[in-house]
């Protein structure tokens, strides 16, 4: 895809794995619309963009209220143009026991990620078919592949499990108006997220003591991940699962 002026949107863009696929894609020269619920770190990170020298707008979203979603995008295209790629990073996670679990927990977990990225993929996919051309890239994570690879998760795994047959359905759609539609399934990534789930650190240490590559990845290992699915180089790639996740799950 050429890159001048074309417009990449990232949901949860204010920080972690968002604000790192953000940074990048300026990089890359595109405009960015970095969308949160978070209004401070939106704008934070619309900021680091245009330092980058990048044209960039911080706007306030709750993925999972259709109504935010779609005054978000309309918000997007007025003040950036209409959107050539989607990051979809928004999340929240928390450990929970299966027994424990309640349905508002339940319905929160799935409200935030999935109907979140089919809201984010339905808005950003009509303005890729108007293009005709188009890279959706949403986030699920390696949890959605290996049950979550311990207790507390379930509503999570769930979510994220959705997120992965979702994304393969919209590479289905999106073949014929020039759109491909990949998920990454990153494995365990530093970030505020994981760190607020309610684990101590210790929990984390043991994971990584296992891991082939026995560290924590970065935001930018996944940013990484980004970069690639968007390039040139991914072109015929469409409807993958890229797991980036120091051997969690071979
Ligand atoms: N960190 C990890 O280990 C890991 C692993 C696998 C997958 N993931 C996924 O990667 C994505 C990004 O996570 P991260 O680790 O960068 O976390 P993060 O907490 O650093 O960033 C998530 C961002 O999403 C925003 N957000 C939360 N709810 C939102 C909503 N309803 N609408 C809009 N924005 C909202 C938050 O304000 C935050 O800025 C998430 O979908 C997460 O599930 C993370």
């Known amino acids: 895809?050429?890159?001048?002026?074309?417009?990449?949107?990232?949901?949860?863009?204010?920080?972690?794995?968002?604000?790192?696929?953000?940074?990048?894609?300026?990089?890359?020269?595109y405009a960015i619309a970095v969308l949160d619920i978070d209004p401070g770190r939106a704008t934070?990170?619309?900021?680091?963009?245009?330092?980058?020298?990048?044209?960039?707008?911080?706007?306030?979203?709750?993925?999972?209220?259709?109504?935010?979603?779609?005054?978000?995008?309309?918000?997007?295209?007025?003040?950036?143009?209409?959107?050539?790629?989607?990051?979809?990073?928004?999340?929240?996670?928390?450990?929970?026991?299966?027994?424990?679990?309640?349905?508002a927990g339940f319905d929160r977990m799935i409200a935030v990620h999935l109907r979140g990225t089919f809201l984010c993929c339905r808005e950003a996919f009509t303005d890729m078919a108007a293009q005709h051309s188009g890279r959706i890239?949403?986030?699920?994570?390696?949890?959605a592949l290996n049950g979550g690879g311990g207790p507390g998760l379930a509503h999570y795994v769930a979510a994220k499990a959705g997120i992965v047959g979702l994304t393969k359905a919209i590479a289905f759609e999106g073949g014929a108006h020039g759109i491909?539609?990949?998920t990454i399934a990153p494995g365990l990534?530093?970030?505020?997220?994981?760190?607020?789930?309610?684990?101590?650190?210790?929990f984390y240490d043991r994971i990584v003591a296992r891991l082939p590559v026995p560290r924590l990845g970065t935001p930018d290992d996944i940013a990484g991940?980004?970069?690639?699915?968007?390039?040139?180089?991914?072109?015929?790639?469409?409807?993958?699962?890229?797991s980036p996740n120091g051997g969690a799950w071979i």
């Open 137 to 143: 890239v949403t986030i699920a994570s390696v949890a």
């Open 1 to 29: 895809m050429g890159t001048n002026e074309r417009v990449a949107v990232v949901t949860g863009g204010g920080s972690g794995i968002g604000r790192a696929s953000a940074l990048r894609l300026a990089s890359m020269g």
């Open 44 to 103: 934070t990170v619309a900021a680091e963009v245009q330092a980058a020298g990048q044209r960039a707008c911080g706007l306030t979203i709750d993925v999972a209220i259709e109504d935010s979603v779609r005054l978000t995008f309309e918000e997007v295209r007025s003040r950036l143009g209409p959107a050539s790629i989607l990051v979809s990073s928004a999340g929240i996670a928390d450990f929970t026991p299966f027994d424990q679990m309640t349905v």
């Open 189 to 202: 990534v530093d970030t505020p997220l994981i760190r607020g789930a309610g684990s101590p650190d210790s």
């Open 225 to 242: 991940a980004v970069a690639y699915l968007v390039s040139d180089d991914a072109a015929w790639v469409t409807g993958q699962v890229i």
């Open 180 to 182: 491909t539609a990949n």
